[in-house]
T-cell receptor, first 114, second 109 residues
């Protein structure tokens, strides 16, 4: 079954701890993205990667870090430097190109800082 | 970068009514997508429509790229249509999909 998986679904963290959110896709997509959504708001881009071993900051990258060692995987680390980490985090992917420019999303991870 | 605005922010209708959601964007686009966010938060792809018109059951969408807007039509609304509808656009040559603030649709029985 092709798709994007995110784990865990819910995550609780104490203040001062780093935490890593997983995102895996088996769609053979080159580009992957991380978004943050706060209650009642739209999505804001944290980081994106167009190819393995390369990634760029989005609009709200401060306090986050990523890696892209494999095409299928794009984990996001929320560090203790992120001041308001409680949010809903969504991972997405797409296969850039004229015929297929559509972006698809995973089910999301809800992070709560206690 | 590109700006995306959606209207109205909230829409409350009775079951069976028709609705039109609007998305304005500030620049030429190579991607325009409509999503429905379900109660669990997942974004469901409705349409990939940088230009033209598409239909899928009771839903249809039209994008007029030259006038920089897109419309999502929902006919004969059902309570299961409730939720937040997002429009997102990617400008020509850009890598980022920019989201509007969404339209919260409530369908009452």
């Amino acid at each position: 079954d092709g798709g994007i998986t995110q784990s865990p679904k819910y995550l609780f963290r104490k203040e001062g701890q780093n935490v890593t959110l997983s995102c895996e896709q088996n769609l053979n997509h080159d580009a992957m993205y991380w978004y943050r959504q706060d209650p009642g708001q739209g999505l804001r881009l944290i980081y994106y990667s167009q190819i393995v071993n390369d990634f760029q900051k989005g609009d709200i990258a401060e306090g986050y870090s990523v890696s892209r060692e494999k095409k299928e995987s794009f984990p996001l680390t929320v560090t203790s430097a992120q001041k308001n980490p409680t949010a809903f985090y969504l991972c997405a992917s797409r296969r850039p190109g004229l015929a297929s420019n559509e972006q698809f999303f995973g089910p999301g991870t809800r992070l709560t800082v206690l | 970068g590109i700006q995306v605005e959606q209207s109205p922010p909230d829409l409350i209708l009775q079951e069976g009514a028709n609705s039109t959601l609007r998305c304005n964007f500030s620049d030429s686009v190579n991607n325009l997508q409509w999503f429905h966010q379900n109660p669990w938060g997942q974004l469901i792809n409705l349409f990939y429509i940088p230009s033209g018109t598409k239909q899928n059951g009771r839903l249809s969408a039209t994008t007029v790229a030259t006038e920089r807007y897109s419309l999502l039509y929902i006919s004969s609304s059902q309570t299961t249509d409730s939720g937040v509808y997002f429009c997102a656009a990617r400008g020509q040559g850009a890598q980022k999909l920019v989201f509007g603030q969404g339209t919260r649709l409530t369908i009452n029985p």
